[in-house]
């Protein structure tokens, strides 16, 4: 393969991956949430967190996931069980603090690190505990990747989907952070706790729920 096709066939993934983290699920309700409650450099360590769960989707899909599960179907349905019952465990958990005050920043460098890492932690959890995004991958890669890659093109893939999937995530950030939306939140917190909490819940409790009428 030329570096020409070996572009357009990175660009033509990447451009799949964008349209799929672009639709709202899970991982931008807390993205969303985690910048307009709590600061920008939240909602960057949220974005970062996504990002690296995508490369980790994209490594599973390169090791070859999608076949994996068609010989062990019955994996993807523990994924899915388990996936489920953890999205549906935080949506209960920001339903259930909806009604407590915001707590204000708290100063320090090595606490602002460990808040940080937290967040970090937590998106990185979320955007990899949803198993309906890995067959995402695994189908995006097994329709647009060729056979016979070169190891350039192989290795530029998971740098190509942190860039993506960071970008479009730091925009979400960007964008909940600012003041308007911050004021907003902060006058009607435990309405939009509730709505957050309880969609997060209902995606998870779907998950669970397709993965037991299997």
Known sequence: MTALQILLVISSIMGAILMGAIIPGPSFLHVARTSIAGSRMN???????????????????????????????TLYIVLKGVGGLYLAWIGWNIWRSAAMPLAA???????GRASFLRVFGL?????????????????????????HMPLAGVLLVPVGV???????????????????????????????DRLAGGLMAVLGLRLVYEAVRR
């Open 43 to 73: 909602g960057v360590a949220a974005a970062l967190g996504m990002g690296f769960g995508g490369v980790t989707f994209a490594a599973l899909a390169l090791a070859g996931l999608q076949v994996v599960i068609q010989q062990v179907p």
């Open 105 to 111: 920043n708290e100063g320090g460098t090595a606490r």
């Open 123 to 147: 998106s990185y959890l979320i955007q990899t505990s949803n198993p309906k995004a890995a067959i995402v991958y695994a189908g995006v890669f097994a329709a647009l990747m060729p056979a």
């Open 162 to 192: 942190f860039t993506v999937e960071t970008l479009w995530y730091l925009v979400v950030a960007l964008v909940f952070s600012s003041h308007r939306p911050r004021a907003a939140y902060l006058h009607a917190k435990g309405v939009i």
